[in-house]
């Protein structure tokens, strides 16, 4: 009997995969920004929905977020810190930005779509899809709304600007979105998985929320920084890693009526249409207090996805490292912000009652 469980969860896995594989390989062929992560969570999210017996196992899904957290600490390297000691205003307005966008949502998701605070909060940050889930959920969230919120806002923001720059510059942000990526030598391959392995022990020792990203993130941004050279994480790889973490998330979805998603569709939208109305005036706002260009400014702040927004970014020459550093900035700034300020206003309320 236990041998048969273990057959028939791992069937389950296997089809609870091959829909969200098909989802991200939809969307790929489409030509659609971030198709392997979005694609699977719709794909799988489907699958659920339709009655599918949905599994995925923990030590997957955990080696997936290893593998977000080296790609993530893959940017950062001295030469960006460089570039954001020159840019303190216009850094302090992503700050800014971050405080009033998750603010603001919190009291939209908490009087229009009856969210608990712990959700409604990890469901308003502008950035940070995976970590605002697994991190969300870890603390008593509803995994199911964050990510479906948060998947919902991202998409729609990505086609606004996306669809916008083509109707105003007439440019194709596909163009730079295939780069050929050499695959690592045996020695780089070891010297990845050593720091993803320590990097996810020294989470866990501290207790970290998504220990398996962020302290493989921690220990490969401090080497970095210090000047140790890695590999990149090769494309494949991460298009894995964002598969299972996608299929992750959209299994989860199972028992969701149409009508919550009907719900969390409008309210997103309204979300995602505000955060743009927000970016555009707080860029404004700096682009008259520093004199640096309202475009770039704009993508810097626009939260729809580091590497979609770096695509839109290059496609347009406006300044790629000024919109990476500041979107770098901000999802640094969530990932790791976010979950600290949850626990300091809920020790707060429980002191107060």
Same mark, same amino acid.
């Given at each position: 009997?236990?041998?048969?469980?273990?057959?028939?969860?791992?069937?389950?896995?296997?089809?609870?995969?091959?829909?969200?594989?098909?989802?991200?390989?939809?969307?790929?062929?489409?030509?659609?920004?971030?198709?392997?992560?979005?694609?699977?969570?719709?794909?799988?999210?489907?699958?659920?929905?339709?009655?599918?017996?949905?599994?995925?196992?923990?030590?997957?899904?955990n080696g997936a977020l290893v593998v977000i957290g080296l790609m993530l600490a893959?940017?950062?390297?001295?030469?960006?810190?460089?570039?954001?000691?020159?840019?303190?205003?216009?850094?302090?307005?992503?700050?800014?930005?971050?405080?009033?966008?998750?603010?603001?949502?919190?009291?939209?998701?908490?009087?229009? #779509?009856?969210?608990?605070?712990?959700?409604?909060?990890?469901?308003? /940050? @502008?950035?940070?899809?995976? =970590?605002? $889930? %697994?991190? +969300?959920?870890?603390?008593?969230?509803?995994?199911?709304?964050?990510?479906?919120?948060?998947?919902?806002?991202?998409?729609?923001?990505?086609?606004?600007?996306?669809?916008?720059?083509?109707?105003?510059?007439?440019?194709?942000?596909?163009?730079?979105?295939?780069?050929?990526?050499?695959?690592?030598?045996?020695?780089?391959?070891?010297?990845?998985?050593?720091?993803?392995?320590?990097?996810?022990?020294?989470?866990?020792?501290?207790?970290?929320?998504?220990?398996?990203?962020?302290?493989?993130?921690?220990?490969?941004?401090? #080497?970095?920084?210090?000047?140790?050279?890695?590999?990149?994480?090769? /494309? @494949?790889?991460?298009?894995? =890693?964002? $598969? %299972?973490? +996608?299929?992750?998330?959209?299994?989860?979805?199972?028992?969701i009526s149409l009508r919550d998603l009907l719900r969390h569709a409008l309210l997103s939208v309204l979300a995602a249409v505000w955060l743009l109305i927000l970016s555009?005036?707080?860029?404004?706002?700096?682009?008259?207090?520093?004199?640096?260009?309202?475009?770039?400014?704009?993508?810097?702040?626009?939260?729809?996805?580091?590497?979609?927004?770096?695509?839109?970014?290059?496609?347009?020459?406006?300044?790629?490292?000024?919109?990476?550093?500041?979107?770098?900035?901000?999802?640094?700034?969530?990932?790791?912000?976010?979950?600290?300020?949850?626990?300091?206003?809920?020790?707060?309320?429980?002191?107060?009652?």
């Amino acid at each position: 009997m236990p041998r048969f469980n273990r057959l028939h969860t791992g069937f389950k896995s296997l089809l609870t995969l091959a829909a969200g594989v098909l989802g991200g390989y939809m969307l790929a062929l489409a030509g659609l920004p971030l198709p392997w992560m979005l694609g699977a969570i719709a794909g799988a999210s489907v699958a659920a929905v339709w009655g599918l017996e949905t599994a995925l196992p923990r030590w997957l899904r955990n080696g997936a977020l290893v593998v977000i957290g080296l790609m993530l600490a893959s940017s950062i390297h001295p030469g960006i810190l460089k570039h954001i000691a020159h840019w303190p205003v216009s850094m302090t307005g992503v700050a800014l930005y971050v405080v009033i966008a998750t603010a603001s949502l919190y009291a939209l998701f908490r009087r229009f #779509a009856g969210f608990d605070p712990t959700t409604a909060y990890f469901a308003s /940050a @502008p950035g940070g899809l995976m =970590a605002m $889930v %697994v991190v +969300g959920a870890q603390l008593g969230g509803n995994e199911q709304k964050i990510a479906l919120t948060h998947a919902i806002r991202v998409v729609f923001v990505v086609f606004i600007v996306v669809l916008g720059s083509h109707a105003l510059f007439g440019i194709n942000t596909q163009h730079s979105a295939a780069v050929a990526s050499r695959s690592p030598t045996l020695t780089q391959w070891s010297l990845l998985i050593m720091v993803g392995a320590a990097g996810w022990a020294l989470g866990r020792l501290l207790r970290l929320p998504a220990a398996a990203m962020l302290g493989p993130l921690l220990v490969m941004a401090v #080497a970095r920084i210090g000047g140790v050279h890695f590999a990149p994480v090769p /494309a @494949p790889l991460f298009a894995v =890693a964002q $598969v %299972v973490i +996608g299929t992750g998330i959209g299994a989860g979805f199972a028992g969701i009526s149409l009508r919550d998603l009907l719900r969390h569709a409008l309210l997103s939208v309204l979300a995602a249409v505000w955060l743009l109305i927000l970016s555009a005036l707080l860029a404004w706002a700096l682009e008259r207090l520093t004199g640096l260009p309202f475009d770039a400014l704009f993508l810097g702040l626009t939260p729809g996805g580091l590497s979609a927004i770096s695509i839109i970014a290059i496609a347009l020459e406006i300044n790629p490292a000024f919109v990476i550093a500041h979107n770098l900035f901000r999802i640094i700034l969530i990932t790791f912000a976010a979950p600290v300020v949850f626990r300091v206003l809920r020790r707060h309320r429980s002191g107060s009652q």
